[in-house]
């Protein structure tokens, strides 16, 4: 459902600006699914899926997402985002 859209995605659970236990999504896309007329229907369906499916809201945990390129990482290199 998320190929070939998504590339790579990370997560982390941590603290959010108010302290709360919170998930934090680092997806990848591919560079097609990054172009501007494609991506906010891309990143809300990719969004939408995910929190669906794993249903975070139940578990009391807000979630948080950021969308890069695989070209903007390439560029980038962030290690964080290589996890």
Known sequence: ???PDVK???YSIEPDWTGEESLF???I?????SEPP????TTRRIAKAIQKGI????????TYFSFRSE???A???DPEWDA
Request: charged share 30%.
């Open 1 to 3: 459902m998320l190929r």
């Open 8 to 10: 790579r995605i990370m």
């Open 25 to 27: 999504f680092r997806i």
């Open 29 to 33: 896309l591919s560079d097609p699914a």
């Open 38 to 41: 494609r991506l906010y229907i």
């Open 55 to 62: 249903q975070a809201d139940e578990l009391g945990l807000q």
């Open 71 to 73: 070209s903007e990482q």
């Open 75 to 77: 560029e980038m290199r």
